[in-house]
Antibody, heavy 115, light 106 residues
Framework: QITLKESGPALVKPTQTLTLTCTFS??????????VGWIRQPPGKALEWLAL???????RYSPSLKSRLTITKDTSRNQVVLTMTNMDPVDTATYYC???????WGQGILVTVSS | DIQLTQSPSFLSASVGDRVTITCRAS??????LAWYQKKPGKAPKLLIY???TLQSGVPSRFSGSGSGTEFTLTINSLQPEDFATYYC????????FGGGTKVEIK
């Protein structure tokens, strides 16, 4: 059974760096073809893809946010970490971790950016 | 970069109606398209992938079609639990989403 769960701060201040962790089970990021990604949804707005990392260390980023994002994996801990720099109130959103085929999602974590 | 445009962005329908949502790609994407259902407070749910393949467990009233630049999601006989927002997504390693279509009760 595949499960994913996001963890991190609920509140960050403007200009700070956000670090979110996705802890997963039921699959391995050492398996060929497997990936884990991050998606977000600001309140009242559309889904937005952020980043993906694959079993072979291939990293993909949204072109509009590429300069602010870093995605890494720790296969021994079954974790994927997303960092987003220079946070702004417009980055307030629910952030989701997703299994690479997008058929399994975490429950999401609401991150609010406010001073 | 591929852009996905959904239409309409909002529609009002009644239980039992047939509903069609369109997703247009800025350039041809073969059949590399998925559809999701999103309800408030819940994670998105994959409905259809590769344009027309129904995800396991999804009711057969949902169907998808299209290829190239134009795709449709059809819901036959809309049920109360189908009122939600629907998104298309380009299925590749830069998986952009469309802007969404909110289906509300008339």
């Amino acid at each position: 059974q595949i499960t994913l769960k996001e963890s991190g701060p609920a509140l960050v201040k403007p200009t700070q760096t956000l670090t979110l962790t996705c802890t997963f089970s039921g699959f391995s990021l050492n398996t060929r073809g497997v990936g884990v990604g991050w998606i977000r949804q600001p309140p009242g707005k559309a889904l937005e893809w952020l980043a993906l990392i694959f079993w072979n260390d291939d990293e993909r980023y949204s072109p509009s946010l590429k300069s602010r994002l870093t995605i890494t994996k720790d296969t021994s801990r079954n974790q994927v970490v997303l960092t987003m720099t220079n946070m702004d109130p417009v980055d307030t959103a629910t952030y989701y971790c997703v299994y690479g085929d997008f058929d399994y999602w975490g429950q999401g974590i609401l991150v609010t950016v406010s001073s | 970069d591929i852009q996905l445009t959904q239409s309409p962005s909002f529609l009002s329908a009644s239980v039992g109606d047939r509903v069609t949502i369109t997703c247009r790609a800025s350039q041809g994407i073969n059949t590399f398209l998925a559809w999701y259902q999103k309800k408030p407070g819940k994670a998105p749910k994959l409905l259809i992938y590769i344009a027309s393949t129904l995800q396991s467990g999804v009711p057969s009233r949902f169907s998808g079609s299209g290829s190239g630049t134009e795709f449709t999601l059809t819901i036959n006989s809309l049920q109360p639990e189908d009122f939600a927002t629907y998104y298309c997504q380009y299925l590749n390693r830069d998986p952009t989403f469309g802007g969404g279509t909110k289906v509300e009760i008339k």
